[in-house]
């Protein structure tokens, strides 16, 4: 529940209303003073009495019924025996302050009065449309005002805008509703009993930590602790991002600091939550183009808050962030954020935790084994393996099924992870070569001793310009140890080239297809970083490249500037070679096992998709399989 500006807002509304009709009295009134004159009025201007005249003919009893426009200081006046239709003559009066006097002597007279309220056209809607003009006018300044000025001043902007922070009153999350990340989550009770008795801690006088720092990779679940925790203690949780602290103006930010935690103050005990804080942390002093005032003065203002409030005055700050390389240190000195969680991706038992709590609210076939998805998910974030059952969710009602069943989930992981799935190409010379590709790789994952296990291979085509692609289990323990040996690599480069290869058996090196660019592309990282990182290769164990931002695999390497051009080009060779050779046992294997590959190639062309044991079985009729590592069961 998101509380408090509901109410500002509404009351803002009629405002806004006034505004729309403000401004169409405006343009009306535009439009009136640039119109000509109606010829009606210009031939009036011709019939005009003077103001003596007209005495005399109101003395004289021929005039039939006047209408005083006060405003404009004229009298419209009907003579008594002229046409209906006869326009009015006009008089200019030249009292100022009422026409009393005049209209004594009209009703003496007998004659008809009337006050004609000039409203529309007259000095008063001049009047009107200006004051309307004006608050206008004075309404907006004062909203630019809030906008940039005070900022946060009341935590909210207008209209439709997001508000700058937020505060729930109760975030209804508990520790139960975060798994898998058991660590980060028993560090982090201790924060709840500070909230919820500080007293049994400063009695004996310990110093509460006023800030907590949240280290990990977006979706690992650091808002959802950050909420749990709240929750658990029953206090009130305030949130912001630092982008939004950031801004074009010096001083907003940290303005939005001050308020930030004035309000928390006034909530004492409560959380803040502080989201991407390395957007205003960062080391002060660095980025292109000299220091950023804004973002220090931010800083500054967040360091000063901080150590403003007393260790127990109930105020604990959580912040988040992936890059606790790039902060700037003053915020991890003692009496800030002192205490570092890291927030890991969950391991296998983590992603069937985060599972079974996502699966609470869903209804699911009894045959579906999480441990099977939670297997086929390595890498996977809290918030994508969340992601991953709603996408099920979808498929299943779009199915119009009573229960999601494992189809659904397997169809979920590969929507997540390749693509949407289009339908089957027709067949075609083009379709024939995909499933040579594909049997390729497939072919060779199941004959290398290193490989992972195949999932399944299949040709029908995903978005995003994919034909077909070949699926298999990563192990777990090699992805979770995160340690990679040579023969792992190298299979893995075969299995790469596998479908390159199976092309260039098939069809001739000249018929080889731009389809494998991307697992050339993959085959040379992995080549240069054996070679560079590695100590892979002849060269022998030299760190030829910085191993800075390196993740294992996927990533470019940084651009070369660390070895001289005779090393450099050393190393272009043994990644050439390593390429090579690969490329050469991929070919062989391919060669050796010719009726087999098309074999299977007519079973995908017919079939589309195959999984790993029905391809393993009809491998098995031709050739041994290598007994691979056991997959880890749950
Ligand atoms: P972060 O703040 O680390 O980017 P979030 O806390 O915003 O990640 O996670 C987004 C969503 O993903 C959560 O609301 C929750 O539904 C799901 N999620 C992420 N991690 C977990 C977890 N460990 N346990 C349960 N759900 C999780
Ligand atoms: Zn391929």
Known sequence: MTLRFSGKQSSLRPAAGATATGLMTIGWFLLQSLMPLPPALAQAES????????????EQGEVESVE??????????????????????????????????????LTANDVDVDIR???????????????????????????????SASGAGNAMSFGKSKARFQMEAKTGVVFDDVAGIEEAKEELQEV????????????IGARIPKG???????????????????????????????????????????????????????????????????????QRGTGIGGGNDEREQTLNQLLTEMDGFEGNSGIIVIAATNRVDVLDLALL????????????????????????????????????????VARRTPGFSGAELANLLNEAAILTARRRKEAMGMVEIEDAIDRVTIGLSLTPLLDSSRKRMTAYHEVGHALLTTLLTHSDELNKVTIIPRSGGIEGFTQSLPNEDIIDSGLYT???????????????????????????????????????????????????SELGPLALESMDNQVFLGRNLMPRNEVSEEMAGKIDAQVRGIALSC???????????????????????????????????IVRQYTEIPEKFLVKAG
């Open 192 to 203: 709840v009993s500070f909230l919820k008795s500080p007293e049994k801690f400063t009695a």
């Open 47 to 58: 019939d005009e009495l003077t103001y003596g005249q007209f005495l005399q003919k109101v």
């Open 333 to 372: 000195r003692p009496g800030r954020f002192d205490r570092q969680v890291v927030v890991d991706l969950p391991t296998y038992k983590g992603r069937l935790s985060i599972l079974e709590v996502h699966a609470r609210d869903k209804k699911i076939e009894a045959e579906v084994s999480l441990e099977a």
């Open 117 to 147: 309220d000039s409203s529309g056209s007259g000095a008063l809607a001049w009047l009107a449309t200006n004051s309307l003009l004006a608050l206008i006018l004075i309404f907006g300044l004062l909203m630019l005002l809030r906008r």
């Open 583 to 617: 490329l050469n046992r991929a070919r062989t294997m391919l060669r050796q096992h010719r009726t087999l590959m098309d074999n299977l190639v007519d079973a995908l062309l017919e079939r589309e998709t195959i999984d790993g044991d029905e391809f393993r079985q």
């Open 212 to 282: 907590v720092l949240l280290i990990g990779q977006p979706g690992t679940g650091k808002t959802l602790l950050a909420k749990a925790i709240a929750g658990e203690a029953a206090v009130p949780f305030f949130s912001i991002s630092g982008s939004e602290f950031v801004e074009m103006f010096v001083g907003v930010g940290a303005s939005r600091v001050r308020d930030l935690f004035r309000k928390a103050k006034e909530n004492a005990p409560c959380i803040v939550f502080i989201d991407e804080i390395d957007a205003v942390g960062r």
């Open 68 to 105: 005083i426009d006060e405003a404009r200081g004229i009298a419209y006046v009907q003579l008594d025996g002229a046409a209906e239709d006869a326009p009015p003559q006009e008089v200019m009066l030249f009292a100022e302050g009422g026409n009393a006097e005049l209209i004594r002597t």
């Open 486 to 536: 040579r023969n792992w690599l190298m299979d893995r480069i075969t299995v790469a080239l596998g479908g390159f290869a199976a092309e260039a058996e098939v069809f001739g090196d000249d018929e080889t297809s731009t389809g494998a660019s991307g697992d050339i592309q993959q085959v040379s990282n992995l080549a240069r970083q054996m070679v560079t990182l590695y100590g892979m």
